[in-house]
């Protein structure tokens, strides 16, 4: 027969044993518990950042959007700037961890933006003083031939300001390749071996202070091998020559115009193409696309 005494001793050895283990699951608990609510936290306060830096980065895409609308000779850097904003945008929604070295690229970006917004500001101010030292200089002129000594020499300077002013931008060049299916349906494609026809697109900015009428633009579309493709023209501009695909002339009015023309085409090259807009023998745009 067992003494009883081992059989209390034993039995509280269980229990001291349960008791420990308890105590230490409890223990375990707490600190899973603590570090669910500390990952949650953190959780928290990085997507509260990320929303700021998102909210900031579509501040500065808007500002750069109405920037760009209002067509100055910056548009182009602007629209770059805007780009690079766009660009960041979507790697901070692909973004799941810290967002902190987003937040010193938005920083950089605002600073750009005030420097760009600045600049842009100042360019508009100088175009509408221009455009008032024009129509002042052509009343002067009409009223009294007696200033024409006098004028002479301040006239020709500021046709020269006038001139650099009212320069033409050619914004938005873009090429895309399309299949062009039986019915006449053009379908856009990025593969070489299906492509017919390569349409090539660009903006001419509005300017008020430029001269309106006829305007000729070349286009030069050279494939991966460095070939000039379509009509492989040459036009001599003074000592210079241009070989081009094709040319276009479009009526100015002052206004914005869209230009799009179609290079139709077989055999197209893999690889990159490069397409360059000149006004006379002077490139104003250019751009370039891949087909695989």
Not at 59 to 84: G, P, V
Not at 132 to 145: A, M, P
Not at 186 to 211: C, G, H, M, P
Request: hydrophobic content about 35%; aromatic content about 6%; glycine content about 4%.
């Amino acid at each position: 027969m067992e003494n009883p005494k081992n059989n209390n001793s034993s039995l509280k050895a269980v229990i001291a044993v349960l008791a420990v283990l308890l105590i230490g699951s409890l223990v375990y608990i707490f600190k899973l518990s603590s570090d669910t609510d500390v990952v949650k936290t953190e959780l928290t306060t990085t997507m509260t950042e990320k929303e700021s830096v998102m909210k900031d980065l579509q501040e500065l895409k808007s500002t750069y959007d109405a920037a760009i609308a209002e067509n100055t000779s910056m548009s182009d850097e602007l629209i770059q700037e805007r780009d690079k904003v766009v660009a960041l945008m979507d790697d901070l929604n692909k973004s799941k961890g810290d967002v902190s070295k987003y937040r010193s690229q938005v920083q950089a970006m605002q600073g750009k933006m005030k420097t760009l917004v600045a600049e842009n500001d100042e360019l508009k101010k100088q175009n509408g003083v221009l455009t008032v030292q024009r129509d002042s200089t052509i009343v002067v002129l009409g009223e009294s031939k007696k200033y024409n000594e006098v004028l002479v020499g301040q006239n020709e300077e500021l046709a020269k300001t006038v001139e650099k002013g009212a320069k033409l931008s050619v914004l938005n060049t873009k090429t895309i390749a399309y299949k062009v299916k039986g019915s006449g349906k053009q379908i856009e494609t990025d593969k070489a071996s299906r492509a017919d026809v390569l349409k090539v697109s660009f903006t001419i900015a509005e300017n008020q202070i430029a001269k309106s009428g006829d305007k000729t633009y070349y286009v030069q579309v050279i494939d991966s091998k460095n070939n000039v493709l379509g009509e492989k023209k040459t036009e001599s501009f003074g000592d210079n020559t241009l070989t081009y695909s094709f040319k276009t002339t479009v009526r100015y009015e002052n206004k914005t115009v869209n230009v799009s023309e179609d290079l139709i085409g077989k055999d197209f090259e893999k690889g990159t193409y490069f397409i360059n807009v000149f006004d006379n023998d002077e490139l104003v745009s250019k751009t370039s696309f891949s087909l695989r």
